[in-house]
T-cell receptor, first 117, second 111 residues
Framework: GAVVSQHPSWVICKSGTSVKIECRSL??????MFWYRQFPKQSLMLMAT?????????EQGVEKDKFLINHASLTLSTLTVTSAHPEDSSFYIC?????????????FGNGTRLTVT | GNSVTQMEGPVTLSEEAFLTINCTYT??????LFWYVQYPGEGLQLLLK?????DKGSNKGFEATYRKETTSFHLEKGSVQVSDSAVYFC??????????FGPGTRLSVLP
């Protein structure tokens, strides 16, 4: 079964509003979670690494004030797209690795399709 | 740095055909290698993995062998089904670093 749950699976919002996406690890505690963005027919682009109890680490070119990440507990990370615009429309996917296991793979949520109108 | 290269898609096959999707990598040290599958509208699912040279990962009829001499991890399946239509991503992981994904290869299997 799924080990990472992401919610919502899709959301439509108006330009200028904010949208929050949740990512939960279901059967392990994740001190680190990863947020990806995927454009149509393209690979994954790592946006940021979410760190429990501390600031997220953003990849170059990702606006930290637009994509707010909060990792308040060992099983929950949230991504908030602030003041969303149509160009923020995309597929956002979170992931986590089971800690303490060598060569543990990334486990992915089912993604969130964001459409900004 | 680390990188992953996959064959360009899309790949279109008839049902029961043999599948090969090539993957080669560049990395320092001894990375672990993975194949992920993404069905339409969904996140990525782990298909198989190999953690050291000559390891063979297998799952659901898919196989891939970690070839260090050729830095490759080609995905194969002897007889594809329509339900295998998806995008396949090759990926590598080096300890302490981020996962690196290939560009993905779209597979379409026709009945």
């Amino acid at each position: 079964g799924a080990v990472v749950s992401q919610h919502p699976s899709w959301v439509i919002c108006k330009s200028g509003t904010s949208v929050k996406i949740e990512c939960r690890s279901l059967d392990f505690q994740a001190t680190t979670m990863f947020w990806y963005r995927q454009f149509p027919k393209q690979s994954l682009m790592l946006m940021a690494t979410s760190n429990e109890g501390s600031k997220a680490t953003y990849e170059q070119g990702v606006e930290k004030d637009k994509f707010l990440i909060n990792h308040a507990s060992l099983t929950l990370s949230t991504l908030t797209v602030t003041s969303a615009h149509p160009e923020d429309s995309s597929f956002y996917i979170c992931s986590a690795r089971r800690p303490g296991v060598d060569n543990s793979p990334l486990h992915f949520g089912n993604g969130t399709r964001l459409t900004v109108t | 740095g680390n990188s992953v290269t996959q064959m360009e898609g899309p790949v279109t096959l008839s049902e029961e055909a043999f599948l090969t999707i090539n993957c080669t990598y560049t990395a320092t040290g001894y990375p672990s290698l993975f194949w992920y599958v993404q069905y339409p509208g969904e996140g990525l699912q782990l298909l198989l993995k190999a953690t050291k040279a000559d390891d063979k990962g297998s799952n659901k009829g898919f196989e891939a062998t970690y070839r260090k001499e050729t830095t490759s991890f080609h995905l194969e399946k002897g007889s594809v089904q329509v339900s295998d239509s998806a995008v396949y991503f090759c990926a590598l992981y080096n300890y302490g670093q981020n996962f690196v994904f290939g560009p993905g290869t779209r597979l379409s299997v026709l009945p």
